[in-house]
């Protein structure tokens, strides 16, 4: 039995899901650093328009679910925003959107149990804001009843990629109404005969409900799921701000998406139509679809000659791609890696990194730029016995005080100004001036100022790797 509905906090408290890899969209996206944090389209990424979207009147704090790697990129991003978080859990692994979706509900139940939630990823576009906001306020006054709302979006072709949401009428975009079944990704001529019927709308992963009637679906569909996820919320440790769920009761979770575990089984649940524009941006032809521009979607030093239908990206400002010829061609140049791709085979992308992957190759998962708490740091040139590094410090962030086994470093500062530590030895060090760092000694790096502080580091020795580092001290509680 569904609990009775009480005063409820008039505030939506939104969760936003960042813990994506976005391999379709490789070689942008990458493990190390996935689609919703770039910027993918504008100068904001998906998951700042995201936050943005959901801030505001009517709306408290998000509570993000992320993963150890991205705890301080969101974190980050959303200051940028100026955002203020509420809780952000960290999952000590990936297990599917179900245990995220219920760790985070359990969060917001500490605002009170009849508390509105509304799940959403964060790797959406949604350009509509206030059409949007609109759509959620229409779904609340069924979510206060006791109902579980999800969006469904009005279907504009007939698209493989979805899945859909049969409706038991035909759609009313000013209230929820009645969902007939989920319907999993359709092939081509059963997608084209449901956009016919016009009783089935995609599935946009987009959930609105009360704390409490989500908790009750979970007691009475996934009792095993509740069982673990609220152990390790209860036994999570706090750790610089963040949530840390407890690893050992999460290891028992059996990764189960949300839809599976309740949805799918729910009683209660009402679809609501959302009728603006909406992507997953799920792949490169997707994101064609929402850049062209009489057919061409352009980005970066990007030169096109008699080319129809097709996508040329450059990320690097120095590196220009040239398209001759070319009709339903995907072309994207990173620094370290180049994909090209027949447009409407763009979703094989993934298969692709498997293979990648499987072969060894680094660029499956890492960018060139490796993105830290307290800033950047991008590989320029690496040789036998050397290796040297472009290094970007945030104003007022530090690097641990470490020491190496292996290597030497040399630093000079190109851009603002460094507090360099050596051992017992405290200096500034400005543009032009550079610092050596003896093998083995205890050294940090710090940036005192205002603006980005950018350092060439020269690395030489007989090992290189990342693991090279004793850490003695860090702010952001690294071993």
Not at 95 to 118: H, S, W, Y
Not at 218 to 237: I, K, M, Q, S, Y
Not at 291 to 306: K, N
């Amino acid at each position: 039995m569904l609990p009775s509905p009480q005063t409820p906090n008039t505030d939506i408290v939104p969760v936003i899901l960042s813990g994506g890899s976005g391999t379709r969209l490789w070689p942008l996206s990458r493990a190390s650093y996935p689609k919703q944090f770039a910027p993918l389209i504008g100068e904001t990424s998906l998951f700042q328009a995201s936050a943005q979207r959901l801030a505001g009147p009517g709306f408290a704090a998000p509570i993000i679910v992320t993963t150890e790697d991205f705890r301080f990129v969101v974190t980050e991003q959303l200051a940028a925003q100026r955002i203020d978080p509420g809780p952000v859990l960290i999952e000590p692994e990936g297990r599917d959107t179900a245990p995220a979706v219920l760790a985070a509900t359990l969060q917001a139940m500490e605002n009170g149990p009849e508390t509105l939630v509304l799940v959403a990823p964060s790797d959406h576009l949604i350009p509509d804001t206030q059409g949007f906001a609109d759509t959620i306020a229409a779904a609340a006054p069924a979510a206060r009843e006791g109902r579980i709302v999800t969006f469904g979006i009005t279907p504009d072709r007939p698209e493989t990629g979805y899945g859909y949401l049969q409706l038991e009428g035909a759609p009313d975009a000013t209230r929820p109404g009645p969902l007939a079944r989920f319907v999993e990704k359709p092939d081509l001529e059963t997608a084209q005969s449901m956009i016919e019927d016009g009783h089935y709308l995609w599935n946009a992963g987009i959930f609105l409900f009360r704390a409490d009637v989500m908790r009750a679906a979970f007691a009475e569909h996934a009792p095993e799921v509740l069982h673990h996820v609220e152990t390790a919320v209860a036994e999570g440790r706090r750790d610089l701000g963040f949530l840390r769920l407890n690893a050992g009761p999460w290891s028992q979770i059996t990764p189960i998406s949300v839809d599976y575990a309740v949805m799918e089984k729910a009683r209660n649940l009402s679809v609501m139509p959302y009728r603006g524009d909406w992507s997953d941006l799920g792949d490169w032809k997707a994101v064609w679809r929402e850049t062209e521009e009489d057919g061409m979607a352009l980005s970066g030093p990007a030169i096109a000659m008699d080319c129809t239908n097709s996508l040329l990206r450059s990320e690097n400002p120095d590196q220009a791609i040239v398209g001759i010829g070319l009709d339903d061609i995907v072309a994207v140049a990173m620094p370290d890696a180049v994909l090209v791709a027949h447009k409407d085979r763009a979703q094989e992308v993934k298969q692709a990194v498997a293979k990648l992957h499987a072969s060894g190759h680094k660029q499956a998962k890492t960018l060139p730029r490796d993105y830290r708490p307290w800033g950047w740091y991008e590989s320029l040139v690496i040789g036998g016995r050397f290796q040297v590094k472009r290094i970007v410090v945030h104003p007022g962030a530090a690097l641990s005080l470490q020491s190496h086994h292996h290597r030497s470093e040399h630093w000079i500062v190109v851009e603002g100004t460094a507090r360099i530590t050596v051992d017992d030895e405290v200096k500034l060090a400005t543009e032009n001036e550079g610092v050596y760092i003896p093998l083995g000694a205890v050294h940090r790096m710090e940036n005192p100022g205002k603006l980005p502080m950018v350092l060439i580091e020269v690395q030489t020795g007989s090992y290189l790797g990342e693991d090279d580092i004793v850490r003695y001290e860090d702010v952001y509680a690294r071993t």
